[in-house]
């Protein structure tokens, strides 16, 4: 019987663990992939407070090695399900079932992607979904967005003022995201549209990513447009699913929760990306992840 269970090792989760065992609280940590999540698919990072510049992989080991040094378990398996026994919780996991007399579910996100061939491994080397993250690393270069709405257009925009070229790619015969930010991309001499227009293929020379191949969805005219970095932002996936039953999700599939991270069952908390939330940093899953936990002590001790 663990004090805590927390499901997901993003910075929210082990965030929320490191608050745990500081408040001589036991924690088991279960997470399906990578320790450190999406996190670790930055090459690098530089507005993460006290980091000038570290990849996520190495924040993720450090924020490990604080969890396993104050006494935190981790367990690899993927949760299926939580059982609400009143006063605990049964997590049920391909790995086994454990009992807890709280839960925070830190689950995060996933992007959506397009789902061709090599996409996993060039994501971190071609690949990113993050202006903010990764934008410097374009700076005076190349660069394409996948995408037509709020988001795309936000990265776009936010590109645009370090990258020498940004060429938006939309499926769809126009734009869907904001007047406002419709208008701010037109005004951005550096801002080339192209819209009815799928990507196809990611390209590569001597293995490097070097662009991508688009078809037009009238004519079926192909096109190699040539990029040293492609920004995919066509809308993130919660996967929240198995627990609606326990808790209240918005129209998205967000959990409806609000600042103090609780959800509508007594003994469970949500942190981090998978919260309906308008900001999704790592600094913000961490924040997330303190608030879960001292919200979860301050269950368990009443």
Not at 47 to 63: C, L, Q, R
Not at 127 to 146: E, L, M, R, T
Not at 166 to 175: A, F, G, M, S
Not at 196 to 207: A, H, I, P
């Amino acid at each position: 019987m663990y004090d805590i269970i927390i499901i997901g090792a993003g910075p929210a989760g082990m965030t929320a663990a490191v608050y745990a065992l500081r408040a001589d609280k036991t924690v088991l940590l279960i997470e399906r992939g990578a320790f450190g999540g999406q996190m670790t698919f930055s090459p690098n990072i530089e507005n993460f407070p006290g980091t000038v510049s570290a990849s996520g992989s190495e924040i993720a080991d450090k924020m490990v090695e604080q969890v396993i040094n104050l006494g935190g378990e981790f367990e690899l398996g993927e949760v299926t399900g939580i059982r609400d026994n009143g006063d605990t919780k049964t997590v049920i996991a391909d790995c086994g079932e454990y009992e807890a007399r709280a839960v925070v579910i830190a689950t995060g996100v996933k992007h959506r992607m397009l789902g061709l061939d090599g996409e996993d491994e060039l994501i971190g080397d071609g690949i990113s979904f993050c202006a903010v993250c990764d934008g410097a690393f374009y700076k005076n270069k190349d660069v394409a967005v996948i995408g037509g709405g709020n988001s795309a257009l936000q990265e776009a925009i936010l590109l645009s003022d370090v990258c020498k070229s940004v060429t938006v790619i939309q499926n769809l015969d126009r734009l869907t995201g904001e007047g406002r930010l419709q208008k701010v991309i037109a005004e951005k001499s550096n801002v080339k549209v192209i819209t009815s227009t799928v990507v196809t293929e990611y390209l590569k020379d001597s293995g490097a990513f070097c662009g991508v191949r688009v078809k037009n969805t009238g004519s079926g005219q192909e096109t190699d447009i040539r990029a040293d970095g492609v920004f995919v932002a066509i809308g993130l996936i919660p996967e929240n699913g198995i627990f609606s039953e326990l808790t209240e999700l918005d129209a998205r599939g967000y959990f409806a929760s609000g600042e103090d991270c609780t959800t509508k069952t007594a003994g469970i908390f949500v942190a981090g990306d998978c919260r309906a939330k308008r900001i999704r940093q790592v600094a913000t899953a961490c924040a997330d992840g303190a608030v879960a936990a001292l919200s979860a002590c301050e269950y368990l001790d009443k």
